[in-house]
């Protein structure tokens, strides 16, 4: 049977066009809708500290360092669960592999529902944390094993766009719920619904097939089955595509961390104004995902390169978005400001969601899920820094917005460096064909 043929087979509910190319039918839109709604739990997940900050800093008895400390521990294992799934999903069902991480992060939030001490809401941090490592990777390794290669931008931006619609969702549900009864039941609420969610995807939730992802269309770029992972991992595209998504990454992990506590305590706006300007730029950041995703896909279909679609796109979008940041915390207080944290956040959160159709690019299909789990590894080491390091700033400011400052400064740094090598280094169609003719090489000395 021919790849084509296979992939006709293979592609539950899709239909073919021109000699056998497999479409996405209902069943792969089904699958992205759930991964998107795992995607909007995950992040609120992670967004719930940051708006119980006071009552739960009042509760513990720590100070802002040791909150930063509360913060990070979120991903002091996150990088060894993402590439223990990554090595897993080479061997299991990624579809199993991911409904597992989510029961797991959901029996985590559990505990946080009665009073507990500070070992206890940091441990429970740290299982978070190691559960929802592949999390991204594993959703990601999923959707594109359900598109074919001129579709995986808008598939990666809409499960991306995830991490903005979880915020924006839950900002002001939950801080209205803390306000009125405790940040305990804040939790426990994400507990509920992310039992349901997570039985929605183990029942109705599958995995994608290898050939409609690889090689049914066209416009794929041709791959070996495998290539050596050392070779793989320092491909320029890959390290290039890695820096972009860890400076991208601590951006969203310090606002997740920190940005109601900045309107709050920086700013000081009420809490309840300070929560829903929070959702702005997660509102801005999941039109953006959709719309530049979109903006990819047409462009490559009209034949623009993978190196301008996946490489400078995402780059130029993160370095300007990186502008927003350099300048938001000299505005002050006051719309100029607002504007700024909202370009900031979207035009990032953009480019970090493209930039995931560009890993499938040089990765073949049957090393995903490891490649994946490496990068998501490294990126999660800005979860780590950024957030510990705007508590140590804002502890010792004499005034915290001093600390904010500088903290925002520092990251807008960040993402310039994380977005300038994008522009140079990424370069599908390059790296593929080295990545082919190495193999070839490689099975030639064999033989």
């Given at each position: 049977m021919t790849i084509n043929e296979r992939a006709e087979v293979d592609a539950p509910g899709g239909d073919s066009t021109g000699g056998g190319v497999a479409r996405p039918g209902p069943r792969a839109w089904v699958v992205l809708g759930l991964l998107f709604c795992l995607m909007v739990v995950n992040f609120a997940t992670k967004v719930v500290p940051a708006l119980a900050g006071d009552p739960l800093m009042h509760e513990l008895g720590i100070g802002t360092s040791t909150f930063g400390v509360v913060q990070s521990s979120f991903f002091w294992l996150f990088a060894a669960g993402a590439i223990l799934g990554g090595w897993l999903a080479t061997r299991?069902?990624?579809?199993?592999?991911?409904?597992?991480?989510?029961?797991?992060?959901?029996?985590?939030?559990?505990?946080?529902?009665?009073?507990?001490?500070?070992?206890?809401?940091?441990?429970?941090?740290?299982?978070?944390?190691?559960?929802?490592?592949?999390?991204?990777?594993?959703?990601?390794?999923?959707?594109?094993?359900?598109?074919?290669?001129?579709?995986?931008?808008?598939?990666?931006?809409?499960?991306?766009?995830?991490?903005?619609?979880?915020?924006?969702?839950?900002?002001?549900?939950?801080?209205?719920?803390?306000a009125r009864q405790s940040w305990h039941a804040a939790f426990a609420v994400l507990a509920v619904v992310?039992?349901?969610?997570?039985?929605?995807?183990?029942?109705?939730?599958?995995?994608?097939?290898?050939?409609?992802?690889?090689?049914?269309?066209?416009?794929?770029?041709?791959?070996?089955?495998?290539?050596?992972?050392?070779?793989?991992?320092?491909?320029?595209?890959?390290?290039?595509?890695?820096?972009?998504?860890?400076?991208?990454?601590?951006?969203?992990?310090?606002?997740?961390?920190?940005?109601?506590?900045?309107?709050?305590?920086?700013?000081?706006?009420?809490?309840?104004?300070?929560?829903?300007?929070?959702?702005?730029?997660?509102?801005?950041?999941?039109?953006?995902?959709?719309?530049?995703?979109?903006?990819?896909?047409?462009?490559?279909?009209?034949?623009w390169s993978l190196r301008a679609t996946r490489g400078r796109l995402p780059g130029i979008l993160v370095a300007v978005g990186a502008l927003g940041n350099l300048l938001f915390p000299l505005a002050g207080r006051g719309g100029p400001a607002l504007c700024l944290i909202v370009l900031g956040a979207s035009l990032v959160a953009a480019g970090y969601g493209i930039s995931f159709a560009g890993l499938s690019d040089v990765v073949p299909a049957r090393q995903r899920g490891l490649a994946f789990g490496v990068v998501t590894a490294v990126y999660s080491l800005g979860g780590i820094i950024g957030p510990a390091v705007m508590g140590g700033l804002v502890h010792g400011s004499a005034v915290p917005l001093d600390g904010y400052t500088r903290g925002f400064l520092g990251l807008g740094v960040a993402l310039l460096a994380g977005g300038v090598p994008a522009l140079v280094l990424v370069h599908p169609e390059r790296d593929a064909a080295r990545l082919r003719a190495a193999a070839e090489g490689l099975s030639a000395s064999r033989a």
């Open positions: 299991v069902s990624a579809h199993r592999l991911l409904a597992v991480s989510a029961g797991l992060w959901v029996v985590s939030l559990v505990p946080m529902a009665w009073h507990v001490g500070l070992g206890t809401v940091i441990t429970c941090r740290v299982v978070l944390g190691f559960a929802e490592g592949p999390t991204v990777a594993l959703a990601l390794q999923i959707a594109h094993a359900w598109f074919p290669a001129e579709r995986r931008a808008l598939p990666s931006a809409l499960i991306v766009a995830g991490a903005a619609v979880g915020p924006l969702v839950s900002a002001p549900a939950l801080n209205a719920l803390i992310g039992t349901v969610v997570a039985l929605a995807w183990a029942f109705v939730g599958r995995d994608g097939t290898l050939a409609v992802a690889d090689a049914a269309h066209p416009q794929a770029l041709p791959l070996p089955e495998r290539v050596p992972v050392a070779r793989l991992l320092t491909t320029p595209t890959l390290v290039g595509l890695t820096v972009l998504a860890l400076a991208s990454y601590a951006d969203t992990a310090v606002k997740l961390s920190w940005l109601p506590l900045y309107f709050h305590d920086g700013l000081g706006y009420s809490t309840a104004t300070a929560s829903r300007l929070t959702a702005l730029p997660f509102l801005a950041a999941a039109i953006s995902l959709i719309g530049f995703g979109v903006l990819s896909r047409r462009l490559t279909r009209r034949g």
